[in-house]
């Protein structure tokens, strides 16, 4: 039997949500019986496969162009979309700079911090990724087909959650598995 494709990547986040799909521990060595994971920053392979994947994973929210390049190519390519931990389901922390203006938030990290040096300025390299004005959960660019929540979400909601969808069923998240912290 042909094995269950998996692609993840990150968008604006910490690296916890990834952390917590590792932490499923052991349980991985039975998941890789069933699941081929193609690219993930776990492994450092980017890009979803061009044929496609069974499920996409993200986590992070959307802050900026790139983000969103990111978040509609997993889109296109995976027939399955789960957004993973609480910055992609609503912004999570990442939602803080929702409360300043876009200017401000870049003079503070690149101009007025106690560390930047008189030269410090934003950067204006068209190669970088534009800062959106607001930062967006990932349904809100991007169709979602399941919500996975928590900072981050418990190993055992991601087991959970991955072993329903490899019997054929959409999972429902409900008590210890439901979390938003
Ligand atoms: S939900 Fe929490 S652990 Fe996951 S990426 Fe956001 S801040 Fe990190």
Redesign the pocket.
């Known amino acids: 039997m042909a094995k269950v494709t998996v692609a993840t990547d ?1 968008l604006d ?8 799909i590792l932490d499923i521990d052991e349980r991985i060595v039975e998941l890789l019986k069933y699941v081929q994971f193609t690219s993930t920053p776990i492994t450092d392979f980017k890009h979803p496969p061009k044929e496609g994947v069974d499920v996409g994973i993200l ?3 959307v802050s900026n162009t790139h983000q969103l390049e990111v978040a509609e190519e997993m889109r296109e390519r995976a027939k399955i979309l789960i957004a ?6 609503f912004g ?3 939602t803080m700079r929702n409360f300043f203006d876009k200017d401000e938030v870049l003079r503070t990290a690149y101009v007025e911090t106690p560390s930047t040096d008189e030269w410090g300025a934003v950067p204006t390299s068209p190669e970088l990724a534009k800062l959106f004005d607001r930062v967006m959960a990932l349904d809100e660019a991007v169709k979602v087909d399941l919500h996975i ?5 418990p190993a055992d909601a991601i087991w959970y959650a991955l072993t329903e969808l490899l019997a054929g069923r959409i999972p429902v998240l409900k008590g210890e598995n439901l979390t938003y ?1």
């Open positions: 990150w986040t910490c690296s916890g949500c990834h952390m917590a986590t992070g929210a993973l931990g609480d910055c992609a389901v999570g922390i990442c929540p928590g900072c981050p979400p912290e």
